[in-house]
C-alpha cells in the first residue's frame, strides 16, 4: 500500500506530465503546420507568447494576493511575486525598450556617452533592485528548497521542475536551434510550459514560513514519538 507521502509524490507527477504532454503537442501541430503558419503563433504578439504571459501574471496576481493574505510567510511570498513579475516583463522583452539605443541590462549601456545621465541612474537602480530582489529570494528559500525536495513538497518538486523546463529553453534560444523554425518553437512552447509550473510553485507554496534549523529540531522529537 502506497503511503501518503508517495501518493502525493505520483499526484505531483502526474500534474508535471499532463503539462509536457501539452507542451509536446503544442510542438508538433506548430511543426507540423510549417514556418509559414507557427511562425504567426511563436511571434512577440502571437498566441504562444501571449498565453506565456498572462500565465506569468495570474501567478504573480496569485503570490501577490497570498503574500497579502498569509503574514506568516508575507516576505518569501512578497519576493516571489516580485521575481515572478520580473520574469514576466523579461519574458516579454521589457528589457529591449525601444526608446533606448541598447539594452539596459548590458554594460555597454552605460559606457556610452550619448545616453543621458538620467537614464542610466534610473536603470542602474533598478538593475540593481532586481538583483537584490533575486539574491535575497535565493538566499532565504536555498535550505528550505532543499529540505522540501528531500520531503517530496509540490512547491519544491514543481520548482525543479521550472527550472529545468526554464533552462532548456534558455539553451534552445542561444545555441544553432534558435536559427530553426523548430529550435525556435521548441523555445517558445518550453517557456509557455515553464510559466505553468511556475503557476503550479505558487499555488503550492508555503503559506507559513518553517527555517530549516527548526525542521531539524523537530526530526529527533518526532523519532522518538513514534518509538513510544
Same mark, same amino acid.
Given at each position: 500500500?502506497?503511503? +501518503? #507521502?508517495?501518493?502525493?509524490?505520483?499526484?505531483?507527477?502526474?500534474?508535471?506530465?499532463?503539462?509536457? %504532454? $501539452? /507542451?509536446?503537442?503544442?510542438?508538433? @501541430?506548430?511543426?507540423?503546420?510549417?514556418?509559414?503558419? /507557427?511562425?504567426?503563433?511563436? @511571434?512577440?504578439?502571437?498566441?504562444v507568447?501571449?498565453?506565456?504571459?498572462v500565465?506569468l501574471?495570474?501567478?504573480?496576481?496569485?503570490?501577490?494576493?497570498? &503574500?497579502?493574505?498569509?503574514?506568516?510567510?508575507? !516576505?518569501? *511570498? /512578497?519576493l516571489?511575486?516580485c521575481? *515572478?513579475?520580473? =520574469?514576466?516583463?523579461?519574458?516579454?522583452?521589457?528589457?529591449?525598450?525601444?526608446?533606448?539605443?541598447?539594452?539596459?541590462? *548590458?554594460?555597454?549601456? =552605460?559606457?556610452?556617452?550619448?545616453?543621458?545621465?538620467?537614464?542610466?541612474?534610473?536603470?542602474?537602480a533598478?538593475?540593481?533592485?532586481v538583483?537584490?530582489i533575486?539574491?535575497?529570494? %535565493?538566499?532565504?528559500?536555498?535550505?528550505?528548497?532543499?529540505?522540501?525536495?528531500?520531503? @517530496?513538497?509540490?512547491?519544491?518538486?514543481?520548482?525543479?521542475?521550472?527550472?529545468?523546463?526554464?533552462?532548456?529553453? #534558455?539553451?534552445s534560444?542561444?545555441?544553432?536551434?534558435?536559427?530553426?523554425f523548430?529550435?525556435?518553437?521548441?523555445?517558445?512552447?518550453?517557456?509557455? %510550459?515553464? &510559466?505553468?509550473?511556475?503557476? $503550479? !510553485? %505558487?499555488?503550492?507554496? +508555503?503559506?507559513?514560513?518553517? +527555517?530549516?534549523?527548526?525542521?531539524?529540531?523537530?526530526?529527533? #522529537? &518526532?523519532a522518538s514519538?513514534?518509538? @513510544?
Open positions: 500500500m502506497k503511503t +501518503p #507521502q508517495k501518493q502525493q509524490y505520483d499526484r505531483i507527477l502526474q500534474l508535471i506530465t499532463i503539462w509536457f %504532454v $501539452m /507542451g509536446a503537442a503544442m510542438l508538433l @501541430a506548430l511543426t507540423y503546420s510549417g514556418p509559414e503558419v /507557427g511562425e504567426a503563433y511563436i @511571434a512577440d504578439e502571437g498566441l507568447q501571449m498565453g506565456t504571459l500565465i501574471v495570474v501567478a504573480t496576481l496569485s503570490a501577490a494576493t497570498l &503574500a497579502i493574505r498569509c503574514p506568516q510567510n508575507r !516576505v518569501n *511570498l /512578497g516571489l511575486a521575481g *515572478l513579475a520580473i =520574469y514576466a516583463g523579461r519574458e516579454h522583452d521589457l528589457h529591449r525598450l525601444e526608446f533606448l539605443s541598447e539594452h539596459y541590462t *548590458l554594460l555597454k549601456f =552605460y559606457l556610452m556617452p550619448e545616453i543621458p545621465l538620467w537614464q542610466k541612474l534610473f536603470f542602474g533598478f538593475v540593481i533592485s538583483i537584490a533575486i539574491a535575497t529570494f %535565493v538566499l532565504r528559500m536555498a535550505g528550505p528548497t532543499l529540505r522540501d525536495l528531500k520531503r @517530496a513538497e509540490p512547491w519544491a518538486i514543481f520548482g525543479l521542475a521550472w527550472f529545468t523546463t526554464l533552462t532548456a529553453s #534558455q539553451i534560444d542561444r545555441t544553432w536551434l534558435n536559427s530553426t523548430a529550435g525556435r518553437s521548441f523555445e517558445e512552447v518550453a517557456e509557455f %510550459v515553464a &510559466a505553468g509550473l511556475a503557476l $503550479m !510553485v %505558487v499555488y503550492h507554496f +508555503p503559506r507559513v514560513a518553517l +527555517p530549516v534549523a527548526a525542521t531539524t529540531k523537530l526530526a529527533p #522529537q &518526532a514519538a513514534k518509538a @513510544a
